[in-house]
């Protein structure tokens, strides 16, 4: 009876799990992508075969594989393994953690691995809590994070693990997932047919995140089961409805908010439209506030175009102001138009130059006093003294006059140079 029980509680766990759960690869060899990682004689692949494993960091986007891979060697490795979620764990967690791999090294001689998945979302604190017992090898430390760790892991716990950067999957890589998961008894086992292009659909909407791609495609599956009695077929309409892109992968505090408004600013740069057109496209469509997109424009327009154009800071005020008075979607096109200027606009950083250049004389030496003869003199003691004695008033000038302005100092200094202009 007890077996059976089991049998049907098993089957019955299955159908509640989502199929991105169900399809996890059992071995490395299931696994998709990261061949660079994983592929035979590759470093990773060689230190788990050893059960070598070192204190380390999967570093990669949504659904490349991160804690997959973990699960894979807790089920390769002598070690025991503990996981921990960063979102839902804390301090205690940790402690009690420490407290249980000093036991199992104590009572059987067994090391523990513990994997902290989305280690980024743990503070200061509780990364500082870690660093002990990595240190000194109580724990074996396996994180996970989508974030660059360069500005999420601490210094300290950064250079006690090696960092492996997991890649986007391939859309040939999930369409393999696919094709298992449509035919695999934990998967939909043969109760589903897709019409040709859907799974090439899927893997393309999905942007390499496979767990997006088998949610989507059970998703699809249950809905037309529902519209028919026969053997369902999901249809590239299906696949549509199915995977509407409701988000971007664009975090406006993360990384890739710094990426795609660095890529926008060097397509300008570039003086390339169209690509400063599409990352323009990435980060209004996945919602960033359009009034730093166009101050971002402003600024360009003086540090990249400068005097070559100077029409171009004008173009960037009026669209700031034209995107902060008609808001989105319609401020889309008032935007496009700054960017396409800006991009086909003569480039000229010889503003940007010249203000360095006065911004390192102004901290590099004293507060230089203002040349006696350009200061304000509103009282008869000042002009005593000698402030604005000997200005040269210049429209009462017939040419040219030959005043110095900058400090004694700086007389011979030039920041701003006739050929820079251009």
Request: with cysteine.
């Amino acid at each position: 009876m007890s077996d059976l029980f089991f049998v049907a509680s098993e089957k019955q766990r299955l159908t509640i799990q989502p199929l991105a759960d169900r399809m996890r690869p059992r071995t490395i060899d299931e696994l998709a992508g990261q061949l660079h990682l994983i592929g035979l004689g590759k470093p990773l692949r060689n230190l788990i075969e050893v059960d070598e494993i070192p204190s380390m960091i999967f570093w990669g986007p949504p659904g490349s594989g991160k804690t997959t891979l973990a699960r894979l060697i807790a089920h390769q490795t002598t070690s025991a393994f503990v996981n921990l979620s960063a979102v839902m764990s804390g301090v205690s967690d940790i402690r009690l953690a420490v407290r249980e791999a000093e036991a199992t090294w104590k009572y059987r001689h067994q090391k523990t691995i513990l994997f902290v998945d989305e280690i980024h979302r743990f503070n200061k604190a509780q990364q500082d809590s870690l660093l002990p017992f990595v240190e000194n090898g109580t724990v074996t430390l396996i994180g996970a994070t989508t974030e660059n760790p360069s500005f999420e892991v601490i210094s300290a716990l950064l250079s006690r693990t090696r960092v492996f950067l997991l890649n986007k999957l391939e859309t040939a890589d999930i369409e393999a997932i696919l094709r298992v998961a449509l035919v695999d008894e934990r998967g939909l086992a043969g109760t589903t047919d897709v019409a040709d292009g859907v799974l090439e659909a899927f893997a393309l909407m999905s942007d390499g995140d496979a767990r997006h791609a088998l949610n989507a495609l059970e998703l699809a599956s249950k809905s037309i089961k529902k519209r028919s009695d026969c053997k369902p077929i999901v249809t590239l309409q299906v696949v549509e409805e199915a995977l509407q892109r409701s988000h971007l992968l664009y975090d406006k505090n993360g990384e890739e908010h710094y990426n795609i408004i660095s890529a926008l600013h060097k397509s300008l740069r570039g003086s390339d439209p169209s690509a400063a057109l599409y990352w323009l496209g990435r980060m209004i469509e996945a919602g960033e506030d359009l009034l730093y997109v166009a101050r971002r424009l402003i600024r360009f327009a003086s540090e990249d175009v400068g005097m070559a154009d100077p029409q171009a800071l004008v173009q960037a005020m009026t669209a700031y102001q034209a995107s902060h008075a008609i808001g989105l979607p319609e401020c889309n096109v008032v935007l496009a138009q700054c960017v396409v200027y800006l991009a086909l606009a003569p480039k000229s950083n010889a503003l940007y130059t010249a203000y360095h250049e006065v911004a390192d004389d102004i901290k590099r030496m004293p507060n230089e006093p203002v040349p006696m003869h350009i200061r304000n003199a509103p009282t008869a003691l000042m002009k005593d003294i000698g402030y604005g004695k000997g200005y040269i008033y210049n429209p009462d000038s017939a040419g040219p006059v030959d005043q110095a302005y900058l400090p004694e100092r700086l007389k011979n200094r030039a920041y701003w140079k006739i050929d820079q202009q251009h």
